[in-house]
């Protein structure tokens, strides 16, 4: 057959409009291939062997074919000869090239290009996308469920058209561009950015038909073909994906999981590998008594089998010595961070490791406890039991209530301007503490797209520059960056019932004094933070405690504290009579639990670690 030509001009203006949407993103593609990782879709030189009516079959099929054979069908549809087709597709591609780098080195790939909203406007049209994702939607019903977290399609007025096309500009056109990574504000429009392509892309797919329609300016157009339409959006979505996963979590490309979707499926074949649940913990050799301790407690005062993995950073964290015996214990194993995540991660350390630890973690439900935690019941009842773990993923406990400085909730405000309406529930949006979260026990579940982007999210607020420059400097470690990142990235989250108490004894004024305490979801006696010593940071092996009595708090307001000092613990009591601090003894079975963990550590210390692991495990240095 006979080639028809098309004027040179005619084939640009033809495909302008499209080409310019795709500029930075056939960049990409090719920076893709030359790392010697698989070319983007479109790129696709073999097109001249793929059938007219081929292409036309999985459309008919509902099956997703890309933005090169769209085209091509679509000229093909129009009269125009397959082969003539496909050479038009070769020459516009290389016409692509040549514009996208004189478009890209011209520097006009930015927002004045989308014709978008405000950065401020970009913010709500987020949420209220991530709020509809969520399972929320605008009726009047809805707004008395106890389902609504977020609420922004209640209380906004909400288009989905205006909404989409905002959003979905805004991620196009800045997916690529560098932020200063201490302005949380522009890194939660990354991160939330991010989260909608990934949950589209690979959770709502029924969405893409919808979506596709309402166009978006520059990149989709009303007279595009239903098949371009959809193809368009799967190139963008996965566009958006790869640049912004890479500029987000550079440490993730490096790893042995490569990009989100690869870890997340590594956390979803854990039931497969027989990791599905389990516990991990990281510590240093400060607290390696410590963490002897919990790990045999779990094991022979509460009967607890769950595997335990044992996290460090780097080769300083841990000796060979403190390692092997670590792996002495049964079900027990030990993990360097370091070999997961990177040259970057080697600047992580402190309470920066735990989310990088959650994210390398085996099991695909995974529970973080501090080294100092200490059990009264054993907590696979968390994974079993837990109503907040089932439903939301997750499962996060209250800080002890302490007023103070409000400089983090006017941060925390500033770069999450449109709140959930679940945080105005929140001792610290009400001012009535500066600390909210307790992070020394935090459960995860990795497998939910959700509550991994959110982890990820945590990771990068203790990323060294960002702790450093912003975060460290606005909050007392890794505590509230947790609650934060479902927060900034638009995930439902709760926290347990009950605020942060104490366990121990009675003092002569009647307050109960004793480590930091948390009930389970119906205010049994669950866990407590601080080992069984009266001041962990004094001297680790003086000082044992008796259990006797346990206070927890409801009301998360106005509590008095009597601070720890070298010789006596934290101790609570109410501020004003008639407060709901609840104070009341442990139960017969609870003393007899807390003497066996008191006994346990003395065991340990009074011999010395490598004397109690000889003796007990057959341990040898």
Known sequence: MGCLKLPRRRVTTLFLVLLVGLVTVYRMSLSVASQGHESAPWVDRSMDKVKVKDVAKKVDDGVNV??????????????????????????????????????????????????????????????????????????????????????????????????????????????????????????????RALRIAYTLLHDKKDMHVMLASLGTPHFNLDKDSKSLKLAKMDTQLKAIVSSLEQLMYPWLSGSRFKNIHSLQQFAKDGAVRGTE????????????????????????????????????????????????????????????VWDYWGEEAKQIGGWAVKPFALLASNFTQVMFIDADAVFVQSPEVLFTKSEIFKKYGQLFYHDRTITGYDNCRKWFNGFVPYASKYSESLRFQKKDTVHEQESGVVLIDKSRTDVLHALLTTAKMNMKIERDGITYKMMHGDKESYWMSWELVRVPYKFSTGYGGTIGYKNDDNAVCGGLYHTDE?????????????????????????????????????IRWDWETATTPFCLRPKFAGQKVVVGELSAAEVVVTKK????????????????????????S
């Open 277 to 336: 649940r389990g516990i991990i913990l990281s510590t240093g050799r400060g607290h390696f008594e410590l963490a002897i301790h919990v790990i045999v407690s779990l094991r022979n005062v509460l009967g607890c089998n769950l595997p335990i993995e044992v996290h460090h950073m780097g080769p300083n964290d841990l000796d060979s010595n403190m390692l092997s015996a670590f792996r002495a214990l049964p079900g027990v194993k030990t993990v360097d």
């Open 597 to 620: 963990l008191v006994q346990l550590y003395k065991g340990i210390i009074d011999v010395g670690w490598k004397s109690y692991m000889k003796d007990n495990y057959g341990w040898e």
């Open 522 to 558: 119906y205010l049994k006696p669950l866990w407590w933070n601080g080992g069984v010593v009266a001041n962990k940071h004094v001297k680790k092996t003086e000082g044992l405690l008796h259990y006797e009595y346990a206070a927890y708090d409801l009301e998360g307001k106005d």
């Open 66 to 191: 890309n933005l090169h054979q769209a085209n091509l069908l679509a000229k093909a549809k129009a009269g125009v000869q397959y082969e003539s087709a496909a050479r038009m597709v070769q020459q516009e591609e290389k016409q692509a090239l040549n514009l996208a780098d004189s478009y890209a080195d011209h520097g006009e790939d930015d927002m004045s290009v989308l014709e978008t909203d405000s950065p401020a406007g970009v913010d709500l049209a987020q949420m209220q996308i991530l709020d509809l994702l969520n399972g929320e939607s605008e009726s009047d019903e809805y707004s008395k469920s106890a389902q609504l977290f977020g609420g922004s399609l209640l209380s906004n007025s909400f288009s989905l058209k205006s909404a989409w096309k905002t959003a979905h500009a805004y991620a196009l056109g800045t997916r690529h561009l560098q932020y200063n990574r201490t302005d949380f504000l522009e890194m939660g429009r990354r991160a």
